[in-house]
């Protein structure tokens, strides 16, 4: 009986972990003319920012050949509720899993596969992070959270 419900167990994993790569690209794109504020590419220029303003870093990995991220960057980072809140209250590091000269700041986080996000303090200490895509609707309410964290 206990080896039906590790299967079952290991089954759920796995339709939720191909839920999350499967159905971003079910939904349609919309278009948005929001965009979110600067994105820095140098992780350390991101920290000092950080240590300057007091807010917290968001570390987006991602690659161009990786549809999950399209969706992600055109439907979640393209939200306005989102755009406003990064906007305010986050240094925002973009990392390209495919440039040779950021593939460093994966490997500090152990990042293999994109996209993922990371939020860090200042030290570069991890606040939070995940794998894959995550809908605005859900997005908003972890970004109030980490905000609210001292960093």
Partial sequence: MRDGRVIGSVVMVFLVASLSIIAPGCVKEKASSETVGTWYTSYDEAL??????GKPVMIYFWA???PVCTNYSHE???DPVVVKTLGEDFVLLSIDLDNNEQKGVAGMYGVRYPPATVFVDSNGNVLMGWYGYVPPEMLIPILHNVSAMET
């Fill in 76 to 78: 979640t980072l393209s």
């Fill in 64 to 66: 161009d050949w990786c």
């Fill in 48 to 53: 000092n920012l950080s240590a300057e303003s």
